[in-house]
C-alpha cells in the first residue's frame, strides 16, 4: 500500500477508501471535532486547530474518508530547531484504527518538500500511552533512526498537577536515503 499525499484535495483514495491531505482553513471544526472523538486526547480550542489548519498546513495532514477526518497529525518546526519536526497531536478514529493510519500519515508528513531538511523528529508522550510509544518506536524502525526517550514535561513542576507527566521522544537522525525512498511513493 502506499502513502497517498497531496497538496489540495484532488489525491485519489487509497484501499480503504482514505486519502491524505494537506489540511485548509474550512477544516479546523471538522478536526477540533474529530479529537473531542478520541478521548484521552486534550482538546485545544476549536481556534488553535483553525490556526494549526491555516499556519501549519504544510505539517499537518489529515485523513479523509467519505469527506471527512478520520485521522489528523498536528506538527510544527521550532523556529530554533528549523531540522526538527514537532508532532504535537496524533488522532485517529475508532472507524480508521487497525490499518497503520497514523504510521503512513506520520511518513506522509515527512515526505512532503516542507520537511525536506527535517532531520529529527519530537513528541511527547505520557508514559502510559502504550499505543503512541509504539506508533513512535515503529517510526523509528521503518526509518532505521535512533529512538531516544528522556525527561520532557513533569506533571508538578511544569503542569502544577493538573496533567500528566511527558516524555520526550527523539528520533533521528532521519537518513535521507529512506525518506527520498518513501517520498517517491508519496503522491506530493
Not at 4 to 20: E, F, Y
Not at 51 to 71: K, M, N
Not at 116 to 143: C, E, Q, W, Y
Request: proline content about 7%; glycine content about 10%.
Amino acid at each position: 500500500m502506499t502513502d497517498q499525499t497531496d497538496n489540495s484535495s484532488g489525491a485519489p483514495p487509497d484501499a480503504s477508501g482514505i486519502r491524505l491531505r494537506k489540511p485548509t482553513v474550512d477544516d479546523g471544526v471538522a478536526i477540533w471535532k474529530l479529537i473531542a472523538d478520541c478521548p484521552p486526547l486534550d482538546q485545544n480550542s476549536v481556534f488553535c486547530n483553525l490556526l494549526q489548519c491555516a499556519h501549519f498546513a504544510g505539517t499537518c495532514i489529515v485523513a479523509e474518508r467519505d469527506g471527512g477526518p478520520v485521522g489528523w497529525i498536528s506538527g510544527y518546526l521550532p523556529p530554533a530547531e528549523p531540522e526538527t519536526l514537532f508532532i504535537w497531536q496524533v488522532a485517529v478514529h475508532e472507524s480508521g484504527r487497525g490499518c497503520g493510519l497514523a504510521g503512513r500519515m506520520l511518513r506522509g508528513l515527512m515526505a512532503r518538500p516542507e520537511c525536506r531538511d527535517v532531520r529529527l523528529m519530537k513528541t511527547t508522550i505520557t508514559p502510559d500511552n502504550k499505543g503512541s510509544f509504539a506508533l513512535f518506536r515503529s517510526f523509528a524502525s521503518h526509518f532505521d533512526a535512533p529512538f531516544d526517550e528522556s525527561e520532557g514535561f513533569d506533571s508538578e513542576a511544569h503542569f502544577k498537577g493538573l496533567h500528566d507527566s511527558e516524555r520526550l521522544i527523539t528520533i533521528g537522525p532521519i537518513p535521507d536515503s529512506r525518506r527520498e525512498r518513501d517520498a517517491s511513493r508519496s503522491v506530493a
